[in-house]
């Protein structure tokens, strides 16, 4: 019986010791990813935590006896006058083969740890990557990009702090939306059903309060919990990296010109004063449909708000989050009466310039008109 129970000790030891690997493992997993559901780590964690009661039953005479010699006149005494060469073989016990020392237990398992860590590296880092034939870099930028070993490497590096979640021009002259009215319009359903790409428009302007009800359902604020202001469209760990400009052509009660869209006040900050329709239609390739909509939203990327967080695959997730502003345009627009259409393809540095952005830090990468049909 006796043979038994150490047996089964000494395998309650090593499953504990593995998913306590596990649990560590699939916790950075969680952090490195952003996962906020990860059910590998949940149940890794219920395992080591049984697995630890079982293994706390078992050896509990050891460490009720352990807990009584160590805090007894009796146990400090014997310490004191243990062998220091006993206590020496204690700490450099060595593996043996064939009765002789090859190497120290600590010294094995560094030898395991550094050989592991080499394999990761070397498998992640093993050779310049070329790019195949009929690929792009867009293809090799996403095989990068994918989730690896070295994330745990670049979880250490520096990718520099948070910045500023909001942007504002303080000395540009605001123009206050209208609190925008949700009531009326199609159903989501019905909304879903006719979007469609709008290159055709009336030419009659919009107005101030239609603008407002489109940026509002675009990205606007609209609700708060646990301290974070959120959006009606999506953001991974809610860091909203993209920007909204409206090049605005013709709306009631707005001059021509181009505006920042003040998420936090629902607000129009004016960059630049003047009909701006030319310019934007050899921005957008000649697309002319660009200069007969009533406004031009442009969206663009802050890198750094998540770049701190998501390193190697802020570019994806920025560009998902555009998708998703793109989308909620489309219904708004289409749910009020309105037109819409996306542009992909435009000259980055002219639209760039005429907001007043580096393209480094901060890059157009989407452009949507919208309008009277």
């Known amino acids: 019986m006796g043979r038994l129970r150490q047996d089964l000790n000494h395998l309650i030891s090593a499953a504990l010791l593995a998913s306590v690997v596990a649990t560590a493992l699939t916790g950075v997993v969680a952090h490195l990813w952003d996962l906020n559901d990860f059910w590998y780590h949940t149940y890794s964690g219920y395992v080591m935590a049984a697995f630890a009661l079982v293994h706390v039953v078992l050896n509990w005479g050891r460490l009720t006896g352990y807990a009584r010699f160590r805090f007894s006149r009796r146990g400090s005494r014997r310490k004191r006058a243990a062998p220091a060469a006993a206590r020496a073989l204690g700490r450099h016990r060595v593996l043996r083969v064939a009765g002789r020392a090859v190497v120290s237990r600590r010294g094995f398992l560094a030898l395991v740890v550094g050989g592991a860590g080499g394999f990761l590296t070397g498998q992640r880092m093993g050779g310049a990557r070329s790019i195949p034939e009929g690929s792009d870099l867009g293809l090799l930028y996403h095989q990068w990009s994918k989730p690896g070993a070295m994330d745990l490497f670049g979880a250490v590096s520096d990718w520099g702090g948070r910045p500023p979640l909001y942007k504002t021009y303080e000395v540009a002259p605001r123009v206050a939306l209208l609190k925008p009215r949700l009531d009326g319009g199609l159903p989501t359903e019905e909304a879903i059903r006719r979007r469609r790409s709008t290159r055709e428009y009336s030419g009659e302007p919009m107005t101030l309060g239609e603008l407002s009800r489109v940026l509002y359902l675009v990205d606007g604020i609209s609700s708060e919990r646990w301290g974070y202001k959120l959006r009606t469209a999506p953001s991974s760990g809610a860091l909203y990296p993209v920007e909204i400009y409206p090049v605005v052509h013709g709306v009631r009660g707005l001059l021509p010109g181009v505006y920042h869209y003040d998420f936090r006040e629902h607000a129009l900050e004016r960059l630049r004063a003047g009909d701006m329709r030319d310019e934007v239609v050899r921005q957008g390739l000649g697309q002319r449909f660009l200069g007969r909509c009533n406004a031009v939203l442009i969206l663009t990327l802050i890198f750094q708000r998540m770049r701190f967080k998501y390193r190697d695959r802020t570019y994806r997730y920025g560009l998902i989050e555009a998708g998703h502003l793109g989308q909620n345009l ?44």
């Open 330 to 373: 489309y219904l708004a627009a289409t749910s009020m009466g309105l037109g819409a259409c996306a542009v992909g393809a435009f000259l980055d540095d002219r639209v760039n310039g005429m907001l007043g952005v580096d393209g480094r830090e901060e890059a157009a990468i989407y452009m949507l008109g919208v309008g009277r049909v």
